[in-house]
């Protein structure tokens, strides 16, 4: 059986994305990005919505020759994950083992959550907050900057009270940091 696990890059006051919708700031430099890679270097299939995917797809045709073997590294990760996009609007997809679903079926997911062999990770917080209230997500990584930008997009967005269990956390050289939840509630 296949873990749910949210990732997410976000600010010191909780946002991925500041009120004008700029992630700019949450770049991760190459220390960052490899420990990134190592979270999603076992997942079989992502599940992201819409605007998530959008962002993500780049890196299906990216030339990645001349790029730091980080960029080339995620590249082959990304390539290699199953992809399911939840959209209502998204028409078509460009990238290859990906499909589109018109609505989150919990059950859909816990039962794809129990046939799998591979972790599943989750992007997009609004998508995150449904599986977060039907209690399907069985991690967080949180990859805190040090910058607050007051306002924006929360990187969490569920309706319900979660009881997390802190399990590690790391501190970066540029001062991010990542900390590792267990879900508890």
């Keep these: 059986m296949g873990r749910l ?5 976000a ?17 991760p430099d190459e220390e960052v990005h490899a420990a990134l890679n190592d979270l999603e270097r076992g997942t079989g299939t992502m599940l992201l919505g819409r605007r998530m995917y959008e962002v993500l797809v780049a890196w299906e045709t990216m030339p990645t020759a001349d790029e730091p073997p980080v960029i080339e590294d995620f590249a082959r990760i990304w390539r290699d994950a199953d992809k399911v996009v939840y959209s209502t609007l998204l028409e078509g997809v460009t990238s290859a083992r990906t499909r589109i679903e018109r609505t989150f079926d919990i059950e859909a997911v816990r039962a794809l959550k129990a046939s799998s062999e591979r972790d599943l990770s989750i992007g997009g917080p609004l998508l995150a907050s449904h599986a977060l209230d039907a209690g399907l997500v069985d991690e967080c990584h949180v990859f805190v900057n040090p910058i607050t930008v007051g306002a924006g997009t929360p990187a969490f967005q569920q309706r319900r009270r979660l009881d997390l269990e802190l399990v590690s956390e790391r501190r970066f050289a540029n001062g991010v940091v990542h900390l590792h939840y267990l879900v508890r509630s």
Excluded: M, P
Aim: glycine fraction near 10%; avoid cysteine.
């Design 11 to 27: 600010s010191l006051d909780g946002y991925i994305a500041d009120a004008e919708g700029r992630f700019d700031w949450s770049a």
């Design 5 to 9: 696990v949210y990732t997410a890059i």
